[in-house]
């Protein structure tokens, strides 16, 4: 069992939660995830590392609820515990020497591009971040990244905190402004790396992007997470989560993305009449 | 006076019709009057032909004796001398050709039910044994166990009742290894493994999950956090796709995947169990093994009309045990021989729609000392399907050795190993089963947990 030592809500939608793993916390790097289930029934689910604290020993996990497993994961309080939580999993981001670079997070993406800004900050590295999300009460972690970066744009696509637009756009300005960027870290919805990932390799900016794939075990095991970049198919658990932009195959990660859309449904109504069940009663 | 009878005493099961609508075990075990009988065939030879065949040791004769004379207890307690998993073995072993190959009755007839006879004994005492905590001396030294399956289990029970403390390391959520994700609860319940690990654990074994030993822990911080020695035991975890186009479609999965979702996650109570698993009208599974024929249950039981075993080979090659063979067949699966996979054919939207194969024909005897299949030219047809599964084996996972580099292993990826010790190429670290051998056998697994253990003993006592 896994003790949730902090709770924070960070939008209506997107939770935090801070987890007493004290192995796990030891060996996290940016990059690397961890599998939990949050119950006997429960199913095993993969959440990238948002923070850790080697001292503390504790992994902090950042999720929106889009389904029935984080919900019920979203319902956990502080004290409450997690019943498994195995990590880190995956292989740490690689950067090689990075002299300016721009960390891009779309929606719950942007948590966990902040621990990679915060690594590249740490490193030394001129970092912009660039966040984008749905409308104004959707924004998550501005002072956090502000904290770790020379810039931070924070564009909505409603354009209701004032900024409106795609967080491509406001690269493709920077980068045309002049800004040498060695490195973009772009991670969230599939068709927002997509679409960064073809705006860089036009500029030729190497470009990371952070899978999250349908996986099972996360060792290696089932190959439910494969991806297929430049041509090989790679296991997203093992080979990844990280992988060069350009040459992964995102059509077909959008496709295999929706193996289960209707499982997914069913479970959530499933759980969602239950609840409303218990309120009735 | 011995029995004579030609067959072995038939085991109840299930009738096939019933079975494929549930996931309960098929075979049924015998009774005690069954047990009495069939061990009465034995004709208990002197020189013991049966115990070369098993790879733990099992002493055979000795047993089968005690439950002719209504022993069972006793003949629990022979058994267990050198095997501490009987029930399993007595179901997943592939005694035809182990034990009972080698069994004098066997020459004009059936040989004795070794398996079901084992199996009996096992299911007689976890009935009606009384739990005790058995008290050894203990040598306050600490020994990992990396991984949970059979040779895991095996190593790890052996070293705690020789006085060692054992830490097992385990990366699922449950342990047990391929005994949980890989054989189906109708062929294994998964009650059963539980009750054996208990018992393993009543030897004062500590089994910790969700620690994936590579990541987690590296060989090395095992070693710094006062284990002496290290028995890897992580199986063959890494799924083997075939390369051919499509495989990447919506509906293709690797058997691991297919059955790890069914009986790890328990997807066959989807949605009581939150994990899906998708299975269509018309279901290939590709591969002639023991993997391929379990997957190929599951998905008839999991509400396929149609389910295909595609093999390239014909049936007297196909590495899977008779009786698996037996009950697929019985359970109307459709055996596709000497038929090979070219392709897989999606729709527009990225799902399957069919199999194109080609038929092949049996050529000179390859490095398997199997008759090689070839293509024949022309032959390619469709198979009309919604899912593939791919069950063409599996290789050891490659976790430890990334993280390990001094850690010798074969191209291919299996740990290299003394045969005899289990030693590796780093001191003070064992490793055995299918982590060395490839995919192989749960009973060959448990044989190097064994041999392993022993080894390790030998290591620390010389220290």
Known sequence: MFKIVKKGVLNPAVKLLEVEAPYIARKAEPGQFIILRVNEEGERIPLTIADFNREKGTVTIIFQEVGKTTQLLGALNEGESILDFAGPLGMPTHYGEVKKAAVIGGGLGTAIAYPQAKKLHSMGADVDVIAGFRNKDLIILEEEMKAVSSRTFITTDDGSNGNKGFVSDVLKRLIEEGNKYDLVVVIGPLIMMKVVSGITKEYGIKTIVSMNPIMVDGTGMCGGCRVTVGGKV????????????????????????????????HSMEGHRCRLEGIKNA | MPNMSLKKMQMPEQEPEKRVKNFLEVALGYTEEMAVEEA??????????????????????????????????????????????????GRVCPQESQCEKFCVRGK?????????????????????????????????????????????????????????????????????????????????PKELVNKEID?????????????????????????????????????????????????????????????????????????DCDTPVKVGRNVAVVGGGNVAMDAARSAKRLGAENVYIVYRRSEEEMPARLE????????????KLLTNPTKIIGTEDGWVKGMECISMELGEPDSS?????????????????????????????????????????????????????GATSIEGVYAGGDAVTGAATVILAMGAGKKAAAAIDKYLSER
């Open chain 2, 324 to 335: 698996e063979v037996h009950h697929a067949k019985e359970e109307g699966i459709i055996f």
């Open chain 2, 40 to 89: 009465k065939r034995c004709l208990n030879c002197k020189h013991k032909p049966c115990t070369k065949g098993c790879p733990v040791n099992v002493k055979i004769p000795e047993f089968i004796t005690l439950v002719a004379e209504g022993k069972f207890e006793e003949a629990y307690l022979k058994i267990n001398e050198t095997n501490s998993l009987p029930a399993i073995c």
């Open chain 2, 199 to 271: 018992t393993i654990r009543n030897l004062g074994v500590d089994i910790k999950t969700n620690m994936v030993i590579g990541r987690v822990l590296t060989l090395d911080e095992l070693k710094k956090e006062g284990f002496e020695a290290v028995f890897i035991g992580t199986g063959a975890g890494l799924p083997s796709f075939m390369g051919i186009s499509g495989e990447n479609l919506n509906g293709v999965y690797s058997a691991n995947e297919f059955l790890t979702r069914i009986n790890l996650m328990k997807a066959y109570k989807f949605p």
């Open chain 2, 108 to 188: 004009k007839g059936e040989p004795v039910g070794i398996g079901r006879l084992e199996r009996f004994v096992a299911d007689w005492y976890m009935a009606n044994r009384k739990i005790e905590q058995t008290q050894v001396e203990r040598k306050n030294r600490k020994v990992a166990v990396v991984g949970s399956g059979p040779a895991g289990l095996t190593c790890a029970g052996d070293l705690a009742k020789m006085g060692y403390d054992v830490t097992v390391f385990e990366a699922f959520h449950t342990p047990g290894g391929v005994l949980v994700y890989g054989i189906p609860e109708f062929r294994l």
């Open chain 1, 234 to 265: 790679k296991f997203a658990c093992v080979d990844g989560p990280d992988f060069d932009g350009h040459e992964v195959d995102f059509d077909e990660a959008m496709r295999r993305q929706l193996m289960y859309k209707k499982e997914e449904r």
């Open chain 2, 369 to 421: 000392g199997r008759r090689r299949p070839v293509p024949k030219a022309g032959s390619e047809h469709i198979l009309d399907l919604e899912t593939v599964i791919i069950a063409i084996g599996q290789s050891p996972n490659p976790l430890i050795k990334s993280t390990t580099p001094d850690l010798e292993t074969q191209k291919w990826g299996g740990i290299i190993t003394d045969e005899e010790t």
